[in-house]
């Protein structure tokens, strides 16, 4: 019973349910004549047929039928394909509250009431339809707007400030990898990984206080087992005091492409080491730093020899994987170069380095913050002695050798090209020298370098041979002119330089760390020497060490003096250790724990060149030591320069203020003498007493000088 069959597809359709025939037919006219197709149905269940046959754009439906009502024909269309959205308008009794409440519950859209104004129906029906389009369109769009932003991994969120409650769209729980997301910013920072928390929580406070929109990124907490951790790129924007809104959008697939590119572009694709740009990068940064701070660096220009020999014999695949074992030993050279050619905890900065393969079997190493070219010689020959090792390639023991040139900012350039440039012809300089070894650019750095090392060599074999031998040098007491002490000092006489000055190799044998076992040799002769004398029945005085700061931080030196006391028998009130403030300069509490260390055993300390380190006097008064040595560059001019007469006087009264005992070393006259003795210093060391003398020489002046006390008395 219809009379849609005929009509044409493009007029709205409307399905009008009603038993009273009359009032059907009313409404079907009314509807018809303004232009809509008009399907009938006489109750409830035909009602549902007939939806389900045209798929109406609108219901109009009477409550009261036979078979079934209304409220439940309308109840199931609901629930029928199509029939969720449609607009359903009611027909209800006049007045009839409880019909219009049910009709909602049903579903209706809205209801008109009886008698029905036929003229005005369609117009009801026309603005039923266009709102059902308009509430179409917007749900369509949200459909729309939902697909694009799960496209693009973006979601967005209000914050309503006043009471903490976030709202989330829908793809928020996918981008934050999150199943329960919860209401609140707490909720909201649980999901971000707990370094990059801090900035998103300060992000949206300050967000809040100035209203100031922000963008940033963070990452997400990764799972327990795997890493999904994600970038995530945030944005906000606060509309009111009260509300802020956003949107979160996941950017690791394009962080990672990005990255990717920039591998691509400034990593070197066989061994992951930078590459020439990068290289050219890092020089530029480096001459940046080295213009600003005058700090020197140097480059190491590496090619390896007769790599052509691998790549034609054993293949390409092997060729790449030597490379590959080659980037992995460089980095361990360079690395280990620091730590181990050299102490670590003496005045050396850390090398930071950079390592490229600037292409086929040529390396470049920069090394930052380079004070001597010695250092990237050290370096150099790091390198040659670890590249020299067996390389087994695919089963293979292969055998390579390396070639070095080394360029220094700034003495040989200023630019990266002329430093790489340098570099590269020092290299051929070294392979024209028979390969496996390194040259350096300019020829006097390259001599330095050299003697540097023969000199170290040549300290080794010294010390290993016993080619050292002390001299001792008396101290005296300004009040009775008794002799007090000796102080110890090493003297190195070179087969082919003569005698070489402690102040000369010392520091050298510091930065190499030869001096640990050298100042062990030093206090056991020293206190051998000692012992003798005393079993000679020389009136006893006070043998005085030095010893430098390197051992006492590298060493237990209290357990190195205690077993030179040990196995020579000396008793330690004659012994008198000699340091420097250096000591100090770095950690304080550690320095006085050591000295108290060394006070335990029972010997002597002083403080040597005092005056030329930093001794605060805040902590010189709670320093464990008996003695203070006023350097010797205070007493050189003490008589013509009123300067250095102040400081010593205040020297000398500041250590007597503190009880300690106080000397003057390097006194050469007797006019700095009688400064002194008028100044009441304790003690004095010098040549005007004596020059330091070999032992026999020493206990001839020392028996001379007894007669002569003895004639004088
Ligand atoms: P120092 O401990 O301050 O030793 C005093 C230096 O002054 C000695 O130089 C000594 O020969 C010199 N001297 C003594 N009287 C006079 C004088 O009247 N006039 C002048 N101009 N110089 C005088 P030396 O022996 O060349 O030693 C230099 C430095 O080398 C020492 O300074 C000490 O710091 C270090 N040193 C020497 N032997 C050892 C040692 O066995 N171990 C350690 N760690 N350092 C040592
Ligand atoms: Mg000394
Ligand atoms: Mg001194």
């Keep these: 019973m219809t009379t849609a069959d005929n009509q044409t597809d493009d007029r709205p359709k409307v399905l009008v349910v009603d038993d009273d025939m009359a009032g059907l037919l009313m409404a079907s006219e009314a509807l018809e004549s303004a232009g809509f197709d008009v399907i009938e149905a006489e109750d409830g269940l035909e009602a549902i047929d007939q939806f389900d046959k045209h798929n109406p754009d ?23 394909e199509g029939g969720e959205h449609v607009p359903i308008l009611m027909i209800t009794g ?11 519950e049903a579903g209706a859209t809205d209801f008109v009431t009886k008698p029905i104004n036929f003229f005005l129906l369609p117009y009801r029906v026309r603005y039923m339809m266009r709102s059902a389009k308009n509430a179409d369109d917007l749900r369509a769009s949200q459909i729309k707007l939902g697909k694009a932003q799960r496209i693009a991994k973006l979601g967005h969120w209000e914050w309503m400030l006043d009471s903490d409650v976030f709202l989330w769209s829908g793809e928020c729980e996918n981008i934050l990898k999150s199943s329960t997301l919860g209401e609140n910013l707490e909720h909201f920072l649980e999901t971000i990984q707990e370094d990059d928390r801090g900035l998103v929580a300060n992000a949206l406070e300050r967000a809040r206080t100035d209203g100031a929109r922000f963008n940033i990124e963070f990452r ?15 944005e906000a924007e606060p509309e009111s005091d009260l509300h802020m809104v956003g949107t979160i959008q996941d950017i690791t697939e394009r962080t990672n492409a990005e990255e990717q590119i920039h591998n691509l572009a400034y990593y070197d694709l066989v061994t992951g080491l930078p590459n020439r740009a990068h290289l050219y990068d890092m020089i530029s940064l480096a001459l940046n730093r080295g213009n600003q701070n005058s700090n020197k660096f140097a480059l190491l220009f590496l090619d390896l020899d007769h790599f052509k020999q691998v790549n034609d014999t054993l293949g390409h695949n092997a060729g790449d994987l030597l490379l590959r074992q080659v980037s992995s030993r460089l980095k361990d050279a360079v690395r280990k170069t620091d730590s181990v050619a050299r102490p670590d905890d003496i005045e050396v900065k850390p090398l930071t380095e950079t390592i490229a393969r600037l292409g086929g079997d040529e390396f470049v190493v920069l090394l930052d913050q380079v004070d001597r070219p010695e250092d990237a010689a050290y370096v150099a020959r790091r390198i040659c002695k670890e590249l020299a090792r067996i390389f087994i390639l695919d089963g293979n023991e292969v055998r390579i050798t390396t070639t070095i040139g080394i360029s220094i900012f700034p003495a040989d350039g200023n630019t990266a090209e002329e430093l790489l440039k340098h570099a590269d012809v020092a290299m051929y300089h070294a392979k ?28 080794r074999k010294t010390l290993e ?59 056991q002769t020293a206190c051998e020497q000692m012992v003798s004398w005393l079993e000679a029945g020389i009136p006893p005085f006070i043998m005085a060490v030095n010893c430098s700061s390197i051992q006492l931080v590298r060493t237990d030196m209290a357990k190195v003096i205690k077993t030179a006391l040990d196995s020579t028998g000396l008793n330690p009130a004659y012994l008198e250790i000699e340091l420097t403030e250096s000591l100090l300069l770095q950690d304080v509490e550690e320095g006085i724990a050591i000295l108290q260390a060394l006070k335990d055993l029972g010997l002597h300390v002083s403080i040597d060149d005092f ?29 013509t320069d009123p300067g250095d007469a102040a400081i010593v006087t205040s020297m000398i ?39 330091p003398l070999p032992a026999d020489v020493f206990a001839e002046w020392m028996i001379d000088r007894l007669e002569g006390e003895k004639k004088a008395a």
């Design 58 to 80: 609108l219901v109009v439906m009477d409550v009261v039928m036979p078979r079934m009502n209304g409220f439940d024909s309308c109840a199931l269309i609901r629930k029928s």
């Design 94 to 104: 006049l007045d009839d509250v409880d019909s219009i409440q049910k009709a909602f």
């Design 220 to 234: 997400t907490r990764s799972g327990n087992e795997t890493d999904d951790t994600r970038i995530i790129h945030v």
């Design 432 to 459: 024209e020298q028979g390969r496996n070894g390194y040259q350096f650019y300019s020829q006097s750095i390259h001599q330095l370098a050299l003697e540097r090392f023969a000199l170290e060599r040549d300290l």
């Design 465 to 523: 041979t016993n080619g050292f031998h002390l001299e001792y040098q008396p101290k005296v007491a300004l009040k009775n002119g008794e002799v007090t002490g000796l102080e110890a000092l090493i003297r190195w006489k070179h087969p082919e330089r003569g005698l070489v000055s402690p102040a000369d190799f010392i520091p050298l044998a510091e930065e190499t760390g030869i001096i640990v076992p050298l100042g062990e040799w030093v206090l």
């Design 611 to 639: 005056g030329t380190g930093f001794s605060s006097l805040s902590y010189l008064k709670r320093l464990p030591v008996d003695k203070l040595k006023i350097d010797q560059s205070f007493i050189k001019d003490l008589t």
């Design 653 to 691: 009264t500041l250590a007597h203020n503190l009880d300690l005992t106080v000397i003057a070393e390097g006194v050469e006259n007797a006019e700095q003498l009688g400064f002194l003795r008028a100044e009441k210093c304790d003690e004095i060391q010098g040549y005007l007493i004596s020059r």
